[in-house]
Nanobody, 121 residues
Framework: QVQLVESGGGLVQAGGSLRLSCAASGRTFSRYAMGWFRQAPGKEREFVASISMSGVYTSSADSVKGRFTISNNNIQRTVYLQMDSLKPEDTAVYYC??????????????WGQGTQVSVSS
């Protein structure tokens, strides 16, 4: 099994920044991708960003391009999401995810418990 533990959520004003972290522990894999999804109240969970274990492959949703940056430390099996120029519509619960034997997270095998990000106008 794999455990994913997120940290770094909180309340920020529009235009501000937050940095989310997610640390993986437990079973290891020769190849995997980690990433972030989010779910706003009354909406479906949506993909935000993804990064391969090597850090070579990254992917992000159009809605966050140019504002959010995903990075990782594959030695510590940690993924980060730097969120700048935050907007009220970024308000959601952010979930860390891991998919095994892939370079991009699309159908996660493991999920974190979620961390709340709230952006006030």
């Amino acid at each position: 099994q794999v455990q994913l533990v997120e940290s770094g959520g909180g309340l920020v004003q529009a235009g501000g920044s937050l940095r989310l972290s997610c640390a993986a522990s437990g079973r290891t894999f020769s190849r995997y991708a980690m990433g972030w999804f989010r779910q706003a109240p009354g909406k479906e969970r949506e993909f935000v960003a993804s990064i391969s274990m090597s850090g070579v492959y990254t992917s992000s949703a159009d809605s966050v391009k140019g504002r959010f940056t995903i990075s990782n430390n594959n030695i510590q099996r940690t993924v980060y999401l730097q969120m700048d120029s935050l907007k009220p519509e970024d308000t959601a619960v952010y979930y860390c995810a891991l998919e095994t034997f892939k370079n991009v997270v699309r159908n996660p095998d493991y999920w974190g418990q979620g961390t709340q990000v709230s952006v006030s106008s």
